[in-house]
C-alpha cells in the first residue's frame, strides 16, 4: 500500500467485483468521507483499450477490467481501488487472474497512479475486517469503531439491494434504489410461456456490453429469466451438495449453484451457461452441470464470449434454443391432454359398465 492518501477520492473500475460489491463498497467509502468516481459504463472503445495492454489469451473480463482502469486515469483519477480476493472461505478460491488482479494491473499498466489493493484472503485468516482496515489505513483511517461503523453502512446497502433482487426487482433498478436509500417491492410476477436461468458471472452477465444485453434479448422472446441474484446464497449451496457436488471456487454459488437450485426444482425449461472464452473455472462448472442436466432431461446452452463475439450469431443461437424449448414444451403439453383424454375414455366405459349400459 502507498502512502497515507490526502485527497480523499478513490475510483472504482466498473468491472469484476463492482458488478456484486458495489453496494457495499459505495456505502463504505462514502461513510469514510471518501468520494467514489467510477468509470464509465463499458463500451468497444473501453474493451478495445483493455486488450491491448495484456497478452490475447487473457480472458475477456480482466482485459474489460484493464480498459476501465485506463478510463478512470484518462478521466484524471489516479487513486484506484484494485482489490486482490483471494478466498471467500476457507479454501473456497478465486481464479489466478481475480488473486492477482492488482499485479496484473501493476505490470501492464505503465502509468503513475495509486493503487488500493487490500487483500481478502479468508484461507490465510485474513478476513473482512482486515480486508476493510486495509483500505481505510490507506487514506489514513486507522480507528477501528469507526472503520466497523462504515462497513455497517456498506452493508446497510448491500442488504437493501439483495432485497430488492431476491424479490424480482431487475439488477440496475435494485442498484439505483439502494444506492439511493430506498427498498422497492416487485408487486406482479408476469408469467411467461417459457422460463430460462442463467448461470454466469455477475461481471459477465450485468455488464450489458460484455452480455450484449443477454436478459432484455431473452425477455423480448417472451421468456422469464432467472439469475444468481434470485436464489439466496444458503439455497444455492445446498444445491450444489444436494446434486453431490462441493464448491471449490469463490463465484460457484453464481454458477453450479444457482442451475443447481433450478435443476433440482424443476422450475424452468432449460439453462444458459454464459461463461468468457478460455476461462477455466467456467469450463469446468459448466461440463459439471452439463452432466447432470444430461441426467434430468434438462436442456443446456453454453455460450462462450469473448471481445470477437458478434451479436448476430450469438441472437441466432439464443433464437434457436428458445425455438428448441418451445417446441419441447409444446409436446409436452400434446402428450399431456393425450392422457388425460384416454384418461376420460377409460372413466367413460367404467361409467357406462357400472350403470349397466354396456353389455
Ligand atoms: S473466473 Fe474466468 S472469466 Fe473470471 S477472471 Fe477468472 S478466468 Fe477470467
Redesign the pocket.
Known sequence: MEEMLLHKKVGIPRA?SYYNNYPFYYGFFTALGIEVVLSDKTTTKIINEGSSYVVSDT????KVFTGHVVNLLNKGCDVIFVPSLQSTGFKIN?????RGLPEIIRNVINKPFTMIEPTLDKTENIGFHDFCMQIAEAFGITDSKIVKAAAKAGWKIYDDFLEMTQSGVPYKEALENALNGKVLKKSVDIVKPLSVVIMA?G??LFDERISMNIIKKLEKMDVKVYTSLDVPPQKALSSIKQIGEIQY?A?ELELTGTAAYYLLNNKVDGIVAL??F?????SLMVDEMSYHCKEKGMPLIHLTIDEHTGEAGFVTRLEAFVDMLMRKKRRQFVKKSENIKSADVVKLREAKILTGSVK
Open positions: 469484476i480472458c475477456l473480463p480482466i478465486n481464479c489466478s487472474k481475480i458471472h461481471y459477465n471456487w463465484n461463461s468468457a478460455g476461462c477455466g473455472p467456467d
